[in-house]
Nanobody
Framework: QVQLVESGGGLVQAGDSLRLSCVAS????????MGWFRQAPGKEREFVAT????????YYADAVKGRFAISRDNAKNIVDLQMSSLKPDDTAVYYC????????????????????WGQGTQVTVSS
């Protein structure tokens, strides 16, 4: 089992920056991917970003590419999401996720492929 706890959400204005952090505990996370999803009111959960254990390549949703940056510290079991140039459309509950990586293309984009989820942290961007 893996427990994930997010922090760093809040209310900001459009154009501001915000940093989310997620601490993982429980089993060892070697070979596990970590990432972020979000869910806006009335919408389905959507993939935001992910980074594998190897730290080789980060993947981002098109909507956040160039504005968000994911990083992780494997020694501390922490994954961060630095969000810049925030827009009102970024308003959502942000969830930290973790799970074994897969060999199928774009596996990380489906919420069904992530077995471990944090409780979520609210990010609200005002215009």
């Amino acid at each position: 089992q893996v427990q994930l706890v997010e922090s760093g959400g809040g209310l900001v204005q459009a154009g501001d920056s915000l940093r989310l952090s997620c601490v993982a505990s429980g089993r060892a996370l070697s070979s596990y991917g970590m990432g972020w999803f979000r869910q806006a009111p009335g919408k389905e959960r959507e993939f935001v970003a992910t980074l594998p254990w190897s730290l080789s390549t980060a993947y981002y949703a098109d909507a956040v590419k160039g504005r968000f940056a994911i990083s992780r510290d494997n020694a501390k079991n922490i994954v961060d999401l630095q969000m810049s140039s925030l827009k009102p459309d970024d308003t959502a509950v942000y969830y930290c996720v973790s799970g074994p990586t897969r060999n199928t293309a774009n596996w990380y984009k489906s919420s069904y492929n992530w077995p471990y989820w944090g409780q979520g942290t609210q990010v609200t961007v005002s215009s």
